[in-house]
């Protein structure tokens, strides 16, 4: 069974610094995309940044700039670099892998770390 792992939230000040690691146990194949997103108290799960097997990568407006994600497919981990923190970043980032397989698409999540800016 495939459980994704996250670590490195936690509590920074404003312009701080931050590094999102998530990693899957268990086999995984076929990994089309790896993402995170986030969720703030009273709105709606919102995707925060992704990048897919060939390396391309998107992220939301509010985070351009700011915050990078990176994949170490051997280790099928997922990275998220954020910098400059804001206090409208804090909420719960959840990591997402997503495989693609015969035309069909599985998504993972993991359990959510939270992140909290303030000073």
Request: proline share 3%.
């Amino acid at each position: 069974q495939v459980q994704l792992v996250e670590s490195g939230g936690g509590l920074v000040q404003p312009g701080g610094s931050l590094r999102l690691s998530c990693a899957a146990s268990g086999s995984i194949f076929s990994i089309s995309a790896m993402g995170w997103y986030r969720q703030a108290p009273g709105k709606e799960r919102e995707l925060v940044a992704v990048i897919t097997s060939g390396g391309g990568t998107n992220y939301a407006d509010s985070v351009k700039g700011r915050f990078t994600i990176s994949r170490d497919n051997a280790k099928n981990t997922v990275y998220l670099e954020m910098n400059s923190l804001k206090p409208e970043d804090s909420a719960v980032y959840y990591c997402n892998f997503r495989t693609s397989r015969f035309g069909k698409n599985n998504d993972y999540w993991g359990q959510g770390t939270q992140v909290t800016v303030s000073s």
